[in-house]
């Protein structure tokens, strides 16, 4: 499987921006579909947005729809998570995952269709 390193979390303000990057190594990148997931303490890992492979459909969770944006760049093997209008609910801990297999939509949403994830990186959001 392919490894995946996240980078760009911190602590900004309510209502700021934050550019989340997973960079992946060991296969080719191109063949993945990517994925953001986050996990706030005490609660069960949560879809954010993903990113099929070759025709590049997006897939947002619906209470995030509009304030993030998933893109990917394969000629750097990376993925982005643009997020706006950041608010305190957002705080977590963001995953960023990998699988070579063709998802439907419907299972691009469930943490255990994933077969790669990197080690996270926090997100805090003040008031």
């Known amino acids: 499987q392919v490894q995946l390193v996240e980078s760009g979390g911190g602590l900004v303000q309510a209502g700021g921006s934050l550019r989340l990057s997973c960079v992946a190594s060991?296969?080719?990148?191109?063949?993945?579909?990517m994925g953001w997931f986050r996990q706030a303490p005490g609660r069960e890992r949560e879809f954010v947005a993903a990113?099929?492979?070759?025709?590049?459909?997006?897939i947002y969770s619906d209470s995030l729809k509009g304030r993030f944006t998933i893109s990917r760049d394969n000629a750097k093997n990376t993925v982005y998570l643009q997020m706006n209008n950041l608010n305190p609910a957002d705080t977590a801990v963001y995953y960023c995952?990998?699988?070579?297999?063709?998802?439907?939509?419907?299972?691009?949403?469930?943490?255990?269709?994933?077969?790669?994830w990197g080690q996270g990186t926090q997100v805090t959001v003040t008031p």
């Open positions: 995952a990998g699988d070579l297999g063709w998802m439907i939509p419907a299972k691009m949403v469930v943490p255990k269709e994933w077969g790669s």
């Open positions: 060991g296969r080719t990148f191109s063949n993945y579909a």
């Open positions: 990113i099929r492979q070759s025709e590049g459909l997006t």
